[in-house]
């Protein structure tokens, strides 16, 4: 077992070493609790042998907790002095099986990594979070789980159901991926430096891809969104062309024209569009 003690001490030497200041744009909030990381790892279900994509490894906190759990970790980091120094630290403490990629996660694609990742488990920069998550379902058909920290509300959107306050556009496009569930809360005390807001992990296991088309299906969740308080018949007249049609797809798809969009699953939205 390779030495694992990374915590707030080690942290903080390392952040002065590069003179780094965490800036709010990158949403650089570095988990200093090797508790934290153990928990994130864990919740991932992460096994020896798993690829794993990690975006965003910062200064290597959760990257180590993946190596020690005997994952191949594949790290997409897009602040170049981040990326530089990761190796290091990951040698430095014994450990193998790390790939680092300096880039843009909103830019991902299949291509760039070497391996087909398993697993994406991160404390993702909360600020692209969503974009992130559903970038890298999109672009990478090998990924079974996602599990990531993200903004406590974000979690409890991306988990929502049908019908609930924070149902929404991320809720239903993260279920057209497979079964998506809230995890532990995580408290702000573990980052440095200090966010204002509380974490969350959430998790999504794929399913098998729908029959309809992902495009067709996220087209109309966006048009049916863009005016959540009006009716569907409403919201989705410009996507079907008019009001009428729009009543006459949904009627055709078994879906009450004068319901709202919050009140639409998965099933709903691939039901519409196989009918339109
Ligand atoms: N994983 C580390 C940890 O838990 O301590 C750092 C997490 S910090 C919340 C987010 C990290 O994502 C930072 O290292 C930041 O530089 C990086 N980042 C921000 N935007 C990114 C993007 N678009 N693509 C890849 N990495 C990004």
Redesign the pocket.
Known sequence: MAGTEFGAGEIRALARELNLRPTKT??????IDPGT?AKIVRHAGVEPGDRVL??????????LALLEAGAHVTA????PR?AARLPQTVAERGYKNLRVIE????QLTAEQLAEAPSKLV?????N?AVP?ILRALEELDSLEVVDV?VQKEVADRLAADPGSRTYGVPSLKAAWYGKVSRGPLIPRSV?WPVPNVDSALVRIDRAPAPGTDREACFAIIDAAFSQRRKTLRQSLARWAGSPQRAEEILSAAGIDPKQRAERLSIGDVCAIASHA
Do not use: H, K
């Not at 990158?26 to 988990?31: I, K, P, S, T």
């Not at 880039?103 to 909103?106: P, T, Y």
């Open positions: 990158l949403g650089q909030n570095f988990v990381t990690e975006i965003g490894p910062g200064l290597g906190s959760l990257t997409l980091e897009i602040d981040l880039g843009d996660a909103l991160a404390n993702l920069p909360y692209v992130a920290m980052f």
